[in-house]
């Protein structure tokens, strides 16, 4: 039996970034990969899922912003069909700042929540862990803001926010990274942040640099993506080049991807 998708990829683009960990924009049409030496080539999608009583913002992409200052995440919303003071819940794998970008909106220096109207939801030890380390990855002025602002609802470990939205921290690409699992629909839909970021690290056994513990993290995908083909699940990739929403298959110890649209 179908149901009604209730999951929307919000498309960010394609990017390179190198060493500096700076995210510019890569267009292969205009762009020559050979310009870019160094560099890590990757795709950045957040989503939002409709529950039966909240929309929910899984990660919330770059936070980069329009000539007239209004944010992409924003603009891509409305193009799904809702509108940003909709959304009530943002739940993030991990800070991360390719993924939590958009958390905050920057104006004159200072920083405000994009969504005045949501609960975001954080693993707490990721938000200690972030202010207390010195690295690119993260943007610690905004995530002080986001300490002082009031709209956080702290988890710990792994745990239930209601009947439908499930989360596991992983660790393994961050030292708190989480998964999330939502139930709404007659579907489940699972979202691996870095741990699970696209359907090609599912079908290939490696381990990348760019993971904490890339022995665990390559173990969780195959644990992640047995289990996503046993119990058929939608599973969304942030990082995907193709194939955002997709169900995984499981057949002679090789999975197949079956895109969901």
Same mark, same amino acid.
């Given at each position: ?53 909240? &929309? ?70 990721? &938000? ?134």
């Amino acid at each position: 039996m179908g149901y009604e998708l209730k999951a929307f990829p919000l498309y960010e683009g394609s990017y390179s970034v190198a060493a500096d960990k700076k995210f510019i924009p890569f267009n292969p049409a205009i762009h020559n990969a050979k310009d870019r030496p160094a560099s890590l080539f990757v795709y950045v999608q957040p989503f939002l899922v409709q529950t039966s009583s909240d &929309l929910v913002l899984l990660d919330t992409g770059l936070g980069y912003q329009d000539e007239d200052g209004e944010l992409w995440l924003h603009q891509n919303i409305r193009k799904a069909g809702f509108n940003p003071e909709d959304v009530s819940m943002v739940i993030m794998s991990h800070l991360h700042f390719d993924h939590s970008g958009g958390m905050m909106i920057e104006k004159d220096g200072n920083y405000f929540p994009s969504f005045p109207n949501a609960t975001y939801y954080v693993q707490e030890n990721e &938000l200690k862990s972030a202010l207390a380390k010195t690295s690119k990855s993260y943007n610690q002025p905004m995530l002080e803001a986001l300490l002082r602002s009031g709209v956080v609802n702290y988890l710990t470990g792994d745990g239930n926010i209601n009947s439908e939205i499930s989360y596991q921290l992983t660790g393994a690409h961050s030292e708190y990274h989480q998964v999330i699992s939502i139930k709404t629909g007659g579907e489940t839909y699972f979202f691996g942040g870095d741990v699970v970021p696209e359907p090609e690290q599912v079908q290939r056994k490696f381990i990348a640099k760019y993971d904490m513990d890339g022995r665990k993290a390559m173990e969780l995908r195959q644990q992640f993506g047995e289990q996503a083909a046993s119990e058929n699940w939608i599973c969304l990739f942030y990082h995907a080049k193709s194939k955002a929403m997709a169900r995984l298959r499981f057949a002679d110890n090789a999975f197949t991807v079956i895109e969901v649209s």
